[in-house]
């Protein structure tokens, strides 16, 4: 089953030409600890030390019924142990604030989504990829999720497949490709949309996150 | 007698159902007694939930660990449930609601949409389309392009606390382990002890094959009403065992000593265990199960007819030589049967009293004293043989000793005035005497078990509340309508931070008019033509076809939910339990709540306002502790009333008051003395005032009957006076409180009468001293 997905959606990728990868990471099952030892031993050293991450995004979703995908751009901000900054400029300015606490969301300076993780199991699984994306701490992953590996020179990509039903009925499977850097994440959800995340310009800091870094999550 | 003991051998015994929860003596707090069992019924439920955190410092051994754990339980099948996975096929319990959607809103979505706010409806929609948090939603973009069914589907979710979904469980973290959640529902009331001998063993091997499953440490965490009673059930009945036999044996040797051949000591326990088994059927049949406190109770039983034993056998000291049993039926009989008159007259008054707990103490006293009773003064006569041993000369020599000195003592002026001054100084901590009718205070459990009760709160950050909102009225529809009313107040409380969390039947089930504004609500502003689904939908780039589709969805969706499809749905399993429905003539629901910061503001609510009813069984029951202990307090002066013109008519006004006012000092001074030292005074204190009652008058009636030979009568008082000390003494040993407060009460005023009645009916009071002296010289 997930095989034939994954081909169809390997299919879609091809199709709508995006950035994708050569090959289907899902035909090459493998654990969290394999991963961080072998396919993404260097791009993991990297992050390893980086305590600050930022640079540019590019926000795709890709819905059955439209035949252009909607398409999003802006900066990004991760801190570790405080969460992700994600600043959409274009085609409208929106701030979404990713911490372990939860999700919100401000438009033009006015809150419109507010989600505390507590109450919200999912919020949670939205919170464990996004940050286990800039960190690519995938042993992290692999009890909520089956992992698949393969790597190319230096090209890899990884796979992620939800092990219950629960995270299975709105998510199907993500997969993370990159050479140096995190270069692309793809979120499958349960109705066949799709939604293609492009990371480009990453800068990393050793550095403690400063005040005005901080200052991105100090939401109330 | 055969019968009895046939009886209950057969069929009592086997049957015999000890209830150990306090909130079982009660009687029940509401006037409405449908609406009571409903309560009942609910809070019954409730009890029987079990929560368990299996926690190591690796998430991964905690699952294997918890994976173990809730495998045995499920085998064990002492549970009807047990959850380790979350329901997996969220998808069915969202296909009512799908159905159903076109009458389908939030409170704050309806509230929105007639506000003309719909726009911004709109731009939400839109702009989530292109962030993140677009991501996750149980339906897509296409199917739901405003988010108004996600919304209203996201407020199904139960809340978890703390937990978080990992994978399909539900995890906690601590800083130095995580811990996986188990929920698991007991078969039983966990106050039965049929289910905890079924519930706990079970609990023990599901943690030892969790230990086993992984070679990590393994913490094991829980919470729930059943560890806490079966760990009551299990001390009160060691304590009832241990206490009992110490007791029975401390009982046999003083009467050994005392009168000494097996044929008094084989006919005392024989009296005593047909009395007992007497007041334990009479018991059984009449309510059904025999509660812990009834037992307790009965153990005074043992006091009152040992009592009757040793007047019965002391006697035979009077006059060693010439006594025959029926001399000792003639002499004691009548101060027995005094004194068994005034004992019953208390427990007649306690039978009446409308507090279950109290009636069945009444009736396993009355039955036990009148058959214990019965046989001393049939039985023994037949069965008494005078041996040829000389009787021991123990007892008539301490009898003789105590004699003396009370015969020599004089009420000195100095005398007077210093055990004036003592009961005095005693009798005025009193005014420092404190009430403490908490009922979490009289049913502790043992710390252990607080302490992982505590840990289990703190983790998962939220607690049990033990105070919900009972809505009631006259209809299904009534109910929701009025419900939803104090939905909408309590997320005004909710976002003043009073309160954190409430669970409803309304936010699945909203009434059918609230269905109807809904769905007009939606045919107006959304779906018609160039409403607010077609501008979104054409702001995301939607074809005309797919917009058609949604309109021609809402269209064919005529029906709104009504109730008896949603209890039949799966969507209902998270607040099915707080649908009570039909109850006598009423309908009713339950709200629960969680995180209760401001009780006022919640009171508030419910205040002028009959069919809403803010109820808390805790402060319910401590409540009516409280009154049940001022009532008991009154009766008591009642009885000693009643009992003092028993004794007037009796013996006259001057001798009367010599038996009464000993035991009425000594429960005014034990009070005072209670005060001195902070012992807390409860209902129970007050229920061992009643035994004192009973025995100190006894004791009164049986020095006045033995004046004609004091050293005989101060022997039998002496005695029983120790019996009941021995039997009640140890309670004060008690680990759980309440029993702890019986015999404390017990231990102090006991020994306070005998003291008492002692002077006051054997010493020559300063004024008649000389009468005194001249009829012992």
New interface residues.
Partial sequence: MSRRIALFVLGCVLAFGAQAAEVDPFEHPTTGTALMNSTLAAPARTLANAKVLSGHFVHYKHLAEIPQPLTANGEFTYARDLGVYWHTQQPFDSVFVLTQRGIVQKDEGAETIRLSAQEQPAVRVIADIFLALFTLDVSRLSSTFDLYGKSQGERWIVGLTPKSATIGSVFKQATITGQKDVEQVVLVDAHGDRTVIELKDIRYSSADPGADVRALFATP | MLAVLALFAIRVLPNLKIETDILALLPNTQQDAEMDAALNAFSAQLARRQIFLVGAAD??DA?LAAASFARTLTESQAFTTVTL???????ARFDVFLKHRSFLLTDADERALSEGRGQELV??AV?????????????????DPLGLLNNFL?AQ?P??????????M?VVDAPDASYVLVLAESSGSPFASSVQERVMPAIEQASMAARRAVPATITILSSGAIQHAAAATERATKEVSTFGTIEAIAVLVLLWTMFGGMRPLILAMFTLSLAVMAAFTAVHFVFGKVHLLALVFGSSLIGSIIDYSIHFFADRFRDPGKWSPLDAVSHVGPAILLGLTTTLIGYLVLAFVPFPGLKQIAVFCMVGLIVGCGCVLCLYPLFTRIGRRRAPQLGPRIGAALDRRLARWRWTPARTIGAALVIGVAMLGLTRAYVQDDIRTLQQSPQALLDSEQQVRELL?SSVETRFFLVSGDSEQVVLDRERELTRELDRLIAQKSLS?YQAVSTSLPSLAQQQRAHQLLGEKVYASGGLLEQAMTA????AE?IEKRRQEFAAAQTPLDVSEWLASPAAQAARHLWLGQVGMRYATVVSLGGIRDVGALQALAQGNDSVRLIDRVAGTTEVLSNYRRALSGLLAVIYAIAGTVLIVRFGFRAAPRILLPSVVATLTTLGLFGWFGVPINLFTMLALWLVLGLGIDYGIFLRHGLDNRPTAILSVTLSACTTLLAFGLLSFSATPFIRSIGLTLLCAITLSWVFVLFSCLTALPRHAAAMETQHG
């Fill in positions: 998430l991964a699952k996975e979350l329901d997996a096929n969220a998808s731009q939400k702009r989530s389309a292109f962030t993140p948090a677009g991501l996750m939603q149980p339906l897509s973009l296409a199917q996201r979710i809340s978890f606390g703390a937990a978080r979904l990992e994978g399909s539900l950050g969390s995301l780039g939607f074809p797919a």
